[in-house]
């Protein structure tokens, strides 16, 4: 489905409301860590992510270092918002395919990780990406959407967008999951 492109005035609008639902996530958050094992195994999928919205648990290291934050995660959907900047650059002047990459492989497997029961884990084992639009610091947020395609006893797919506020896509990935029996 094409992106719809917006008036400069809804853009406005949707910068300031992304922003206003990140700010109100960040007075919530905790510093950076990694979640035990035995509580990964012990809780289905979305209720670790509802803990993380809430400030019950850690967001993960590599969101601080690539400025991404988690926004919303219902089962089967999960939406993380970056900050494309002059950190994430490539040679060329343009944020490197690694950092479209990392957002969206984020999205895509915690949309399949929001799904699982307690007990149940994942892996990526395969990431398509299509890279269709340049994306600058000009751009001040992006969203990167995900959401599950097929959940089976061992394997999960999910498709994702990742879009600006005008509704611009920049890219759009797909995502094959191992899913396997918790060890604690």
């Keep these: 489905m094409p992106a719809t492109s917006s ?3 809804q853009t406005a609008a949707t910068i300031e409301r992304w922003r206003a639902e990140e700010a109100a996530l960040g007075s919530r958050a905790r510093e950076p860590g990694v979640i035990d094992t035995a509580r990964l195994a012990a809780q289905p999928g979305i209720a670790l992510f509802q803990a993380m919205l809430a400030g019950e648990l850690p967001p993960p290291p590599i969101s601080r ?3 991404f934050t988690l926004i919303s995660a219902e089962p089967g959907r999960v939406v993380f918002q970056g900050k494309p900047g002059h ?3 490539n040679p060329l002047g343009t944020v ?3 950092w479209f990459a990392t957002l ?6 915690c949309a399949v990780h929001s799904a699982l029961p307690a007990g149940r884990l994942y892996t990526t084992v395969e990431l398509k990406i299509n890279i269709v639009k340049a994306l600058t610091e000009k751009v001040p947020l992006v969203r990167a959407t995900g959401h599950v395609v ?3 006893r061992s394997m999960g797919t999910a498709e994702g967008r990742l879009t600006g506020p005008d509704g611009a896509l920049y ?3 797909s995502t094959t ?3 396997f029996e918790a060890k604690t």
């Excluded at 969206?104 to 497997?109: C, E, K, P, R, T």
Aim: glycine fraction near 12%; hydrophobic fraction near 40%; aromatic fraction near 8%.
């Design 87 to 89: 950190a994430q650059y």
């Design 7 to 9: 008036s400069p005035e």
């Design 65 to 67: 270092t690539l400025d």
């Design 171 to 173: 890219a759009h990935a």
């Design 104 to 109: 969206l492989d984020s999205a895509l497997a």
């Design 150 to 152: 097929h959940l089976g």
């Design 96 to 98: 490197h395919g690694g």
């Design 177 to 179: 999951c191992f899913i």
